[in-house]
């Protein structure tokens, strides 16, 4: 007969765990139980004693009824990588984790408010991944400007763009700098969620990096898993995708007509109205022909001398602000403006730790307007 | 109208957009062509201090900084359609001469911002054609009779020159470009702007962006809360 906690959900505490780097045998130590009880946990075998879920609420710091709320989802997220061959299962398994409690706590939220209607650009690409062309690539973020009434002139808020057709953008903060962005196509939910680590990065570097994983978003729906674990494969839908985060941001005609001559110094000025890193704006050259592979190779040499690769980072980067996400933190503002009691109930409904949820929604469930009612002083 | 504003009419009419630009392109390229070079024979350069590679690196890039201004006039004359004829002189020299709309321009390097023209027989004798009234007859020494009519041509110079202190990508690579109009006795300048600096494009109202506000980003994100029907539907 099994004994401990009825309702207990084996699916949370692997989340919980991921999501705090722990492996098992460590968590087991944390726990005072053996590895093999810890595995049956997770698989479902046994349930802990109540104690147990207390120190696993401690441990990992989640609430305790966090292990007895319902799932909304069994599958792991397909989620695009960057960076796929350097970054290690755990730290994927984290933010696997992160991309799963957002796309709950949407579905929640999601019953007290109504998000804007998902509204992606329409474009005529080939079937299959693998027969988009450069062209189509350019062609592809050329509609998207026109979409979004951009033309040719920089985009000023790469998050607000994402946002206004309808995709929530996360910025959690990730330890793993080589985990520098994420997409995920979410069945329950209908609509993508992308994001961006918000830990290593630079306005710049941000922006590009939603780019990137909206370029993933648009032109990847027919990739595969299988497609992804293929090296080659994995490379050229990277290579795609760098593409069209490099049109997008700064679009063909634009970079001919701004860019005269190739240099740093030009780039960092460029850099300023486009905000696109100088590094990228390299890359962008080069793919356009504007330079050769040795013009582009010394540039990167020169930008190495700088120092623009190293903590110290670009001109600009310690100045603009990196852009802010809001769809999800608006959502929670609508249900605080319903009543307070409604904040409660999120609270339950969404048994995240507090600083999970600052970070996935850019707030917390606390009330941020006061309640008390200030009377005037008599004279 | 005197030859003055005449000349400065004629610029703000004329002076192509497409062929400063052009010059100023190519002027960039030739001056970093020597360190570009350089650097991919993989010369080991000790930066920041001087060694006797980088400086012979720099006296060979500053003998040789004159031909930099001679090949963008002419591939800034070929980009634009303009008419290139050389000229040859007596030390057998030949000095390239572009006319373009009611411009010729010669090409001259420089170490200074406040540069005067450099003194030579040939450009004296082009700056004399800074006039409506002459009709010039140059002795171009490479035909046997005088076809080239440079009459009622304004004389102009490119003026280009690095810092040339160090053998680095900043200090051999164009720091100065100016387009200078002299006298007609070639040891001053009437009318002179810088083109680095965007000088001559504000002046002459060459705009960098296409003319209009860039379009306006709305924020569309909105969030409407459920009614209190519709949240038990969605339960």
Known sequence: MKRGVANFVPSRLSQARSRRGFKKKELAEELGVSSEA??????????????????????????????????????????????????????????????????????????????????????????????????????????????????????????????????????????????????????????????????????????????????????????????????????????????????????????????????????????????????????????????????????????????????KGEPYDDTVPVEEPRMLRRAVDAVEDAGEMHLELLKHRIPLPEDEVQELVGRTFEPTISNVIHLRRPF | MDSLERLDADIRANLSKGFVEAAESRLHWEYSSSFDDAERRGERFVYDRPDPITQALLERHMRTRASFGMTALTAAAFDVGADVEHLLLANGQRKPVVRTGCFCFIAETIHDLKHKPAFAAYKTGLARANTAIRQLELDLGDRPFHTADWSGCHLGVLLHGCRGDTFTRTGSGLSMFRIGFPNSAYDSWVWSKDVLSGQLSDDLGWTKMPLGKPPKQYDKVAVRLRSASERRETK
Not at chain 1, 88 to 106: P, Y
Not at chain 1, 155 to 174: K, S
């Open chain 1, 38 to 311: 810890l595995r049956s946990y997770e698989n479902g075998a046994a349930s802990p004693l109540p104690d147990k879920v207390r120190r696993m609420s401690d441990v990992l710091n989640f609430p305790e009824h966090f292990f007895s709320s319902a799932t909304l989802k069994s599958a792991s997220p397909h989620v695009f990588w960057r960076d796929l061959k350097s970054v290690t299962k755990a730290s994927r398994e984290a933010v696997d984790a992160r991309v799963v409690f957002a796309c709950e706590a949407f579905s929640v939220l999601d019953e007290y408010v109504e998000f804007p209607s998902l509204n992606l650009p329409q474009l005529k690409l080939p079937e299959h991944w693998s027969d988009i062309t450069d062209y189509d690539i350019e062609a592809a973020a050329e509609v998207c400007r026109l979409d979004w009434g951009l033309g040719e002139y920089p985009i000023p808020d790469m998050t607000l763009a994402v946002e206004n057709i309808g995709v929530p953008v996360l910025a959690p903060n990730i330890d793993n700098r080589k985990q520098s962005g994420f997409a995920h196509w979410d069945e329950v939910m209908g609509r993508p969620v992308i994001g961006h680590n918000r830990r290593h990065t630079t306005a710049a570097r941000a922006r590009f990096n939603l780019a990137h994983e909206l370029g993933h978003i648009l032109l990847h729906r027919s990739v595969s898993k299988e497609d992804l674990e293929n090296t080659e494969f994995f490379d050229y839908i990277e290579k795609q995708a760098h593409r069209f985060a490099g049109a997008l941001l700064f679009p063909r005609t634009a970079f001919y007509r701004e860019v005269r001559y190739a240099s740093l110094s030009v780039f960092e000025l460029l850099k300023r109205d486009w905000n696109i890193s100088i590094t990228a704006q390299i890359v962008r050259a080069r793919q356009l022909g504007v330079i050769d592979k040795n013009r582009a190779t010394s540039l990167f040499v020169a930008a190495g001398r700088e120092g623009y690769r190293s903590a």
